[in-house]
T-cell receptor, first 113, second 109 residues
């Protein structure tokens, strides 16, 4: 039983394309997150979202947009992909989004050519 | 100044030794602190969480928090080769989660 799942696991695409990464959690958590981990392994939060509030890291380009059809899903849509978007993207969830532990998905390895 | 800073390493210790990992943070209102372990090509997994000053022990792992000095550390006793990984310190300020860049640990058999 996978707690936090992501698809696809690998994504190779051309510059300029639009792509989506899907995330689902079956933990009953209220808050979900998207992180980007670059080649230097720095893990940086992009978004946190619950059914009340979307918090956007101000450094994230507006080409990135989270979409949540329901509490268990938070998908990441990326427009006009750039070379610098190549990274590993992790989805995570926590119970309420405060001090609670975050549980991570397996990651999506994105390569933009 | 980064919100969370860690020595990137690499840190090498012999099997059976104590590995000491350190982390400092800049926001004094930080409320909760976490240590995650990340194996190469895998996702971060939680090892320890700590919320109040002092030590917290869980098996071979001990987390230490000193809010006055704004640092949190992780001690791994009786280090095993399977402990070789990158260790990420994370801090929750109440509004945001911040991760350090991680310390790479290698335990030499």
């Amino acid at each position: 039983d996978t707690a936090v799942s992501q698809t696809p696991k690998y994504l190779v695409t051309q510059m300029g394309n639009d792509k989506s990464i899907k995330c689902e959690q079956n933990l009953g958590h209220d808050t979900m997150y998207w992180y980007k981990q670059d080649s230097k392994k720095f893990l940086k939060i992009m978004f946190s979202y619950n059914n009340k509030e979307l918090i956007i890291n101000e450094t994230v380009p507006n080409r990135f947009s989270p979409k949540s059809p329901d509490k268990a899903h938070l998908n990441l849509h990326i427009n006009s992909l750039e070379l610098g978007d190549s990274a590993v993207y992790f989805c995570a969830s926590s119970l309420q989004g405060g001090a609670e532990t975050q549980y991570f998905g397996p990651g999506t390895r994105l390569l933009v050519l | 100044q980064k919100e969370v800073e860690q020595n990137s390493g690499p840190l090498s210790v012999p099997e059976g030794a104590i590995a000491s990992l350190n982390c400092t943070y800049s926001d004094r209102v930080s409320q909760s602190f976490f240590w995650y372990r990340q194996y190469s090509g895998k996702s971060p997994e939680l090892i320890m969480s700590i919320y109040s000053n002092g030590d917290k022990e869980d098996g071979r792992f001990t987390a230490q928090l000193n809010k006055a000095s704004q640092y949190v550390s992780l001690l791994i006793r009786d280090s095993q080769p399977s402990d070789s990984a990158t260790y990420l310190c994370a801090v929750n300020t109440g509004n945001q989660f911040y991760f350090g860049t991680g310390t790479s640990l290698t335990v030499i058999p």
